[in-house]
Nanobody, 128 residues
Framework: QVQLVESGGGSVQAGGSLRLSCAAS????????MGWFRQAPGKEREGVAT????????YYADSVKGRFTIAQDNDKNTLYLQMNSLKPEDTAMYYC?????????????????????WGQGTQVTVSS
């Protein structure tokens, strides 16, 4: 059974940094789509960043481009999200997700429907 466990969330002041981790188990961590999504209270879920583990290609939402970096460590079966220059509007529950390697233009789409395994989430709170 696939398991995704996030960690690394917390509270930080605006301008600060956090690194989220997602430990994956239960499947061979090869050529799948993995991603980070977030959901703030009263808002729809947003695809923040995705990575195709087979080719390493990435996608970033415009709202985080240049500030967030998604990365994979195949040896550790771990996905990361490095978040720099955090803003109050980044406050949300962040979820790790994995799904089949269905790519479009060589990248995984930031759509939740493409992902069939989800972690429990980790809270990120950014204060001004």
């Amino acid at each position: 059974q696939v398991q995704l466990v996030e960690s690394g969330g917390g509270s930080v002041q605006a301008g600060g940094s956090l690194r989220l981790s997602c430990a994956a188990s239960g499947y061979r961590y090869r050529s799948v789509c993995m991603g980070w999504f977030r959901q703030a209270p009263g808002k729809e879920r947003e695809g923040v960043a995705t990575i195709w583990t087979g080719g390493g290609t990435t996608y970033y939402a415009d709202s985080v481009k240049g500030r967030f970096t998604i990365a994979q460590d195949n040896d550790k079966n771990t996905l990361y999200l490095q978040m720099n220059s955090l803003k109050p509007e980044d406050t949300a529950m962040y979820y790790c997700a994995a799904g089949p390697a269905v790519t479009y233009g060589g990248r995984c789409r930031p759509f939740g429907a493409d992902f069939n395994n989800w972690g429990q989430g980790t809270q990120v709170t950014v204060s001004s």
